[in-house]
């Protein structure tokens, strides 16, 4: 063999061994493992209602709108439900000066479809009800709320305030 030949195989062996080297150098080792991962999920709480009143200018045998203001302290946003009033909770009446308004005849409930109502259950699932997380909101509710006939004279000029309970359910995507 030729010098320069025997020069070019030298060459290109150490070519070789170099970059096959330099492969070897980049490679990196795989490794795996198994173990459990862990979270706690937080604790919702109540909704509060900070006022619910009456918005209409209510008289015997008239169905008129209520306002709520709902409070939620939950760190997701809630979507309202439902509202329900329990009939022996009473609705508690502010008359004028020099009035009296003890049995005040207003009902609550969903009197949309007649004057009998629904016992104190609103339903409002459909709403689009969202209070966001850590927030307050008002609502108007249509139709929700009704004065009857046996309502006393005192009542005239009064404001209205009705304890309710709010159902909700979480609205975070």
Do not use: H
Not at 52 to 59: E, G, I, K, P, Q
Not at 75 to 103: E, Q, S
Not at 132 to 157: H, P, W
């Amino acid at each position: 063999m030729r010098k320069s030949v025997k020069r070019a195989v030298v060459a290109g062996a150490i070519f070789a061994v170099t970059a096959g080297a330099g492969t070897a150098a980049l490679a990196a080792w795989n490794v795996q493992g198994a173990g459990t991962s862990y979270a706690k999920a937080g604790t919702a709480v109540e909704l509060k209602t900070v006022e619910t009143v009456v918005d209409a200018s209510l008289y015997p045998g008239v169905t008129g709108n209520a306002k709520i203001r709902v409070q939620n302290d939950n760190k997701f946003p809630v979507k309202i439900t439902k509202i329900v009033w329990n009939p022996a909770d009473g609705v508690a009446a502010t008359p004028l000066p020099g009035k009296n308004c003890n049995n005040t005849g207003v009902y609550f409930g969903d009197f949309s479809a007649n004057t009998i109502g629904t016992n104190g259950v609103l339903g409002v699932a459909g709403s689009n009800m969202i209070v966001d997380k850590d927030g307050s909101a008002s609502f108007t509710l249509s139709k929700a709320v009704r004065m009857i006939n046996n309502s006393e004279d005192g009542c005239q000029g009064a404001t209205f305030r009705i304890p309710v309970k709010v159902y909700g359910e979480s609205a975070a995507n």
